[in-house]
Nanobody, 125 residues
């Protein structure tokens, strides 16, 4: 299994940007498909963006055109660049990893077995 540690969360005004990072250790990183999920207060956790082990990406409709997921295999690090942030983006953001998920299933929470501890993102108006 892979160990995951998120960082980069914080508070920002609407329209601003943040970049989240997720450092991975413990297993060959290239084998993994990686995803970003978020959970807002009172809501279920939802998939935001994912990148399959072959590099293909997928996004939730709510973040398309604003968020970009990327992966640096040399640094064993996953990123989520978040631009044009909205108040509704406020949530705890989690990264997750699973071996060789097909991109079509990579936004499904139940597909993942390795999770980070989460990082808070707060967007104010």
């Amino acid at each position: 299994q892979v160990q995951l540690v998120e960082s980069g969360g914080g508070s920002v005004q609407a329209g601003g940007s943040l970049r989240l990072s997720c450092a991975a250790s413990g297993s060959p990183y290239r084998r993994y498909s990686m995803g970003w999920f978020r959970q807002a207060p009172g809501k279920e956790r939802e998939g935001v963006a994912a990148i399959a082990s072959d590099g293909r990406t997928t996004y939730a409709d709510s973040v398309k055109g604003r968020f970009t997921i990327s992966k640096d295999n040399a640094k064993n690090t996953l990123y989520l660049q978040m631009n044009s942030l909205k108040t509704e983006d406020t949530a705890v953001y989690y990264c997750a990893a699973e071996v060789r998920l097909w991109v079509g299933s990579a936004l499904r929470e139940y597909e993942y077995t390795s999770w980070g501890q989460g990082t808070q993102v707060t967007v104010s108006s």
